[in-house]
């Protein structure tokens, strides 16, 4: 059984960088033609794809989130990671990773799901 869990700051300060990591334990993330993803849900709206580490380290990012994130990996550790540039109180929201495919983007299957971090820019 795959398990995701996301760690990182709940609250960060405008213009900084939001960094969490993703530990992943029962399964590889480098093998198995799978994707890790990123997502994120603000308050009262619906989940929205950022980007996705794909097994072989490629990367890939929706538009609207492409000049500001960052997705990297750590394979010694199982992790893979978020890294979402000039935060403001917009960025204020729910995010979440999930092992995904990669066939199609935005990926067509959600396999499992992280619990989600709650992430809040202020200063």
């Known amino acids: 059984q795959v398990q995701l869990q996301e760690s990182g700051p709940g609250l960060v300060k405008p213009s900084q960088t939001l960094s969490l990591t993703c530990t992943v334990s029962?399964?590889?993330?480098?093998?198995?033609?799978?994707?890790w993803s990123w997502s994120r849900q603000p308050p009262g709206k619906g989940r929205e794809w950022m980007g996705v580490i794909a097994y072989d380290g490629s990367t890939y990012y929706s538009p609207s989130h492409k000049s500001r994130t960052t997705i990297a990996r750590d394979t010694a550790k199982t992790t893979f990671s978020l890294h979402l540039s000039s935060v403001t109180p917009e960025d204020t929201d729910k995010c979440y990773c999930?092992?995904?495919?990669?066939?199609?983007?935005?990926?067509?299957?959600?396999?499992?799901w992280g619990q989600g971090a709650q992430v809040a820019v202020s200063a």
């Open positions: 999930a092992r995904t495919s990669v066939q199609d983007l935005p990926p067509k299957e959600y396999e499992y």
């Open positions: 029962g399964g590889s993330i480098t093998t198995g033609y799978r994707g």
